[in-house]
């Protein structure tokens, strides 16, 4: 679940490698072509979905935000990185390997990190399928069908909601089946608003299935304005998109205090998103649509009245 207005921490004191009898481990030098801290934390304000929310404590939305700051630094060496981008990645997975054995990492993202794991139980495995997500995004530019695209979300989205429930001790298995709905969906939500910016990255996460279900090709989602085809196809993404929030919003009841608060908010941030690419007539624009703080702030009351039962 990706974050917006996350509290910025300090880069983590060394930790002592305590697998290692003879001392601590020497931190690896980050190689050449991975993005620096700020450049990786200054988008944070960017994001729809907002992680590191002040609805919660200070030490919470520190963990948050270092997961958010591992998530977006991962993402951005999958997207934009000039250099070998598979190698960055595999330098990135050792990084994990290296937070969740107590050894000093060698980058102040994964540092953050590493201070984040001390706080909280976070496991390596999700942590690895952010990773992987991204070493997919180099070779997968287009799925068959809509469950090939949910197993690419289990890889790029239900990590971070698993994560989040870690840092607030509710990793149960329900509960992770409900965050890996909520994720899902707005995971999807993004692809949506995000068409064009993925066809220039030579990328297509409206799978070919439900392409050829309303006679699109890959060609039409570039035009302007969108054919009625395009905004049919986008009108029943944006209906299972919203069915997953649905499924997943239950979440926000088996929670309590700011968590339930937080969960709340983040299925909010989903409709709002999705209601505002309908109120945009399904079109895929040059710049995609975002709600307002106003349709946000309705969104959020509405949502988190029905996960209070009222």
């Not at 993005?35 to 304000?45: D, N, R």
Request: hydrophobic share 40%; aromatic share 4%.
């Amino acid at each position: 679940m990706p974050p917006a207005g996350a509290e910025l921490v300090s880069s983590a004191v060394p930790v002592e490698d305590a697998a290692s009898s003879s001392g601590t481990r020497p931190k690896p030098p980050p190689p050449p072509g991975l993005p620096a801290l700020a450049e990786v934390m200054g988008q944070v304000g960017d994001e729809n979905f907002p992680v590191a929310s002040r609805l919660l404590g200070r030490r919470v939305r520190a963990s948050l935000s270092a997961i958010y700051g591992f998530a977006r630094f991962v993402d951005d060496v999958g997207d934009e990185s000039g250099g070998d981008r598979l190698a960055l990645l595999d330098w990135i997975d050792g990084e994990v390997d290296r937070v969740c054995a107590g050894i000093e990492p060698g980058h102040p993202v994964t540092a953050r990190l590493a201070a984040a794991a001390r706080e909280s139980t976070i496991p390596a495995e999700p942590l690895h399928r952010l990773v992987e997500a991204n070493r997919r995004d180099q070779l997968v530019h287009s799925y068959e069908t809509f469950e090939d695209l949910l197993g690419y979300c289990a890889l790029s989205a239900n990590p971070v909601g698993e994560l989040v429930l870690h840092t607030f001790g509710a990793a149960t298995p329900d509960r992770i089946e409900l965050s890996d709905a909520i994720c899902s969906g707005l995971q999807v939500t993004e692809h949506l608003q995000d068409i064009r910016e993925d066809l220039a990255r030579g990328r297509v996460y409206l799978h070919r299935e439900d392409l050829e279900r309303f006679s699109c090709e890959e060609a039409d989602l570039r035009l302007l304005p969108s054919p009625e085809r395009v905004r049919t196809l986008v009108a029943f993404e944006v209906a299972r998109a919203r069915k997953l929030l649905d499924r997943g919003a239950p979440l926000a009841r088996r929670l309590r205090g700011r968590p339930a608060l937080a969960i709340a908010a983040f299925v909010a941030g989903g409709r709002a998103a999705l209601g505002a690419i309908e109120r945009a007539g399904y079109a895929i624009a040059e710049a995609p649509p975002r709600p307002s703080w106003p349709v946000r702030l309705e969104a959020g009351v509405l949502t988190l009245r029905a996960a209070l039962g009222g």
